[in-house]
């Protein structure tokens, strides 16, 4: 009955650093993708995925790598944490319809 | 290519007051057009959607919005708020046939007593 669930909630991490943001979907919804919230500019897609092993870019991918190899999970690393990477991160799932269901976020600070 | 435009990027109303928040997109083929409410500290939440069909779609929490193709507007108006309606509003569009959503810069709602 979880949903979508991100994990961790909150994180604190110092520049260089590799981090990994988890997110977990039990709808086996065939989408899922990752967000990035910034005062002023909304939500910016960083990746998105259309099935397991299926994985392309969004608009501000640099930076960023994720994988799915099962599809009710969708990690994202960040390979070596930046401070412009400070923000907001939601994962959203979507079984195709176009409407999408979004996690709780994980905010993440770098140090 | 798509992209939302939000023209307000705040909105103060009083408790019963209407309220009116616009959005404005272009692309150059279909789009589906969805509003979402984000309260503090949350993620996300579909507030309406509108797919095909009438112009005209409402929520069950007294939310509506109208598609107007010629404008590419998708307004959303509610009547009369509460204060529990304070949250931070995005508009946000895809293609018909894709998948990927757009979204705009987001409208904060601040609603007084």
């Known amino acids: 009955d979880a949903g979508i669930t991100q994990s961790p909630r909150y994180k604190i991490t110092e520049t260089g650093r590799q981090v990994t943001l988890m997110c977990h979907q039990t709808w086996s919804h065939s989408y899922m993708f990752w967000y990035r919230q910034d005062l002023g500019h909304g939500l910016r897609l960083i990746y998105y995925s259309a099935a397991a092993d299926i994985t392309d870019k969004g608009e501000v991918p640099d930076g960023y790598v994720v994988s799915r190899s099962k599809t009710e999970n969708f990690p994202l690393t960040l390979e070596s944490a930046t401070r412009s990477q400070t923000s907001v991160y939601f994962c959203?799932?979507?079984?195709?319809?176009?409407?999408?269901?979004f996690g709780p976020g994980t905010r993440l600070t770098v140090l | 290519a798509q992209s939302v435009t939000q023209l307000d990027s705040q909105v103060p109303v009083f408790e019963e007051a209407p309220v009116e928040l616009r959005c404005n997109y272009s692309?150059?083929?279909?789009?589906?057009l969805f509003w979402y409410v984000q309260y503090p500290n949350q993620g996300l939440q579909l507030l309406l959607k509108y797919l095909s069909g009438s112009t005209l779609v409402e929520s069950i929490n007294g939310f509506e919005a109208e598609f107007n193709k010629s404008q590419t507007s998708f307004h959303l108006r509610k009547p009369s708020v509460h204060i529990s309606d304070t949250a931070e509003y995005f508009c946000?569009?895809?293609?018909?046939?894709?998948?990927?959503?757009?979204f705009g810069g987001g409208t904060r709602v601040l609603v007084k007593p």
């Open positions: 946000a569009v895809s293609e018909a046939a894709g998948n990927k959503l757009t």
């Open positions: 692309s150059s083929v279909s789009v589906y």
């Open positions: 959203a799932s979507s079984s195709g319809t176009g409407v999408q269901f």
